[in-house]
């Protein structure tokens, strides 16, 4: 069957498919194919890959892909071999991208104030410019920094372009960039080399300049732990019993279906999977409803309702991908997100966002991969489980509207809808969706740093993730605090404040303590100030933060009234007053 490019950019997030390590292996393909795999020293990767130290949730500066000039605040959501998965803070899930550990994209939070330029709000930020400020003060508060030692050198530039045609390597696919896979080198042009992918159409093929970061040796993928996409067009998938079934599916009969469907060819997967999706149906009916008839041949589900038996043609599918991601959205449709995955699940709880957090439904990628190679200690999966939709033939994308079912959610639903015993856990303060509608509290103890770069309290911290700052005055432009600067105070009051009935921790105090706070300091400038602490949400947290350049920009107050608010929080800083 010929192989169409679809016209349409996936919406869903990036996500993984686990083949097992036997279903592609260089040695015997290279000798089958009577080719020869381009030398390490071609590539602008380092020889020994840079170890990935990064957990998800961690904070750093990266340059927006969309916007080179722009530095942004991004948050990990994804960590696979030597790759970051990251996200912009304030932007939404639909363009996350993907770095090295060692890209000069990425860089310690607090680089960009110490170079004089300022953070800026990512393309397409979701909320009021003018609350950009307070926002990123608040994203940042007491969230956990990567440190400086996680960022690697980038490897140096190969003196010239070596590459032949017909060698072999690794490579990215750059319109599904979450997805590595074998290539070979279809032309040479001056600086620039095409890269096409071997098993599929040229679609996906591209050019780009001979020390892209984008492409790496054979056994790349081996050596860092990440997955290597195969060649052949099976699939498997897992059904996770332990998982939220929603509000459409019967939880007993979830329990009664084998383990996986596959691995098989992608059609009779599918047509497996969905059939069971509608035999497990509450109503059959209503799950039924959620299938968009295709009139091309595809494989044929049934269901019994109405008194008649019904049927619907599915799309026809070749590739693993395309099931998978029909999957997904099948899957979000029934509000069961986490109910299929392309990798077993654990009959354990393992760690999904940090070592004080755990999850039942983890995919065991890890128990797989590691039999046949050598993964760091410091792959994590990503934060959302059943991860489904893998590279297969260059329909990867979710097609064309025929393709595709009508309702696709954020990647952000997915992290959110845990099992009810995950959810026991405390979430890890990563902001994983700056745009959360209510406030988050978690009690991760987080200790400080020289990685982080705002001022933090005494652990446990509780963090918030406001999705609006009611502003209108604020400006873009925002000067964080130095990493430097970053104190390791605890913030204590005096007795006299005390006395008033404040809690001893000023971080926790809500914007009405801090104006009653101020009230007691200087009761005949409490006035203006309540309504300036009331329109920016200055609560404790906020307001231990506040420096006399923040306050005169942002607030517009004078010199004098910024410099003596600024005393009374360096003196609230100690714990001390005169």
Known sequence: AMLVEPKNKPKNPPIFVCFFPDDFQWEKYLEETGSLSAPSEYFRQSKIPPAN?????????????????????????????????????????????????????????????????????????????????????????????????????????????????????????????????????????????????????????????????????????????????????????????????????????????????????????????????????????TVFGFLKPDHRGGEVITAAFDGEVHSIQLPPVNSASFVLRFLENLCHSLQCDNLLSSQPFSSYRGNTHSPEESDQNKPVEEDITEKKITKRPSEQPLPYVAPLSPKQPKIIVPASKEEVLPSEEDGMAKEEKLSEESKKSPPTANSLSPARKNPISTHTPVSMNDSQSMPCTSSPKVVETKSSIKSSQLEVEFEMQRES?????????????????????????????????????????????????????????ALLLLKSDVIMKYMGLKLGPALKLCYYIEKLKEGKYN
């Open 485 to 541: 600067e970053a104190p390791s105070y605890i913030a204590v009051p005096d007795p006299s404040v005390l006395k008033q009935g404040f809690s001893k921790d000023p971080a926790t105090w809500s914007v009405d303590e801090v104006i009653q706070f101020m009230k007691h300091k200087d009761p005949q400038k409490s006035g203006p100030l309540a309504e300036l602490f009331r329109q920016h949400e200055i609560d404790g947290k």
């Open 53 to 285: 130290d990064f957990k998800v949730g961690m904070k750093l500066e990266a340059h927006d892909p969309r916007n080179k000039t722009s530095v942004c605040i991004a948050t990990v959501v994804g960590v696979t071999g030597a790759r970051l998965r990251l996200r912009l803070d304030g932007s939404d899930n639909q363009n996350d991208f993907w770095r090295l550990v060692d890209s000069p994209d990425i860089q310690p939070v607090g680089t960009c104030e110490k170079e004089g330029d300022l953070l800026q709000p990512p393309l397409g930020y979701q909320m009021n410019t003018s609350s950009w400020p307070m926002f990123l003060l608040r994203t940042l508060n007491g969230s956990e920094m990567a440190p400086a030692a996680f960022f690697k050198k980038e490897p140096p530039k190969p003196p010239l372009n070596n590459f032949k045609v017909g060698m072999k390597l690794e490579a990215v696919d750059r319109k599904n960039p979450y997805l590595i896979c074998p290539a070979t080198i279809g032309n040479v042009k001056g600086d620039e080399v095409y890269i096409t992918f071997d098993g599929w159409s040229g679609a996906f093929d591209y050019w780009c300049k001979y020390d892209c970061r984008d492409i790496f040796p054979v056994g790349w993928c081996n050596l860092t732990g990440d997955i290597l996409q195969p060649l052949g067009s099976n699939v498997c998938v897992y059904i996770n019993k332990h998982g939220n079934c929603g509000p459409h599916l019967d939880q007993k009969k979830i329990q009664q279906l084998p383990d996986h469907f596959g691995p098989g060819p992608v059609n009779v997967v599918l047509r497996r999977t969905v059939q069971a999706c509608v035999d497990c149906a509450i109503q059959s009916k």
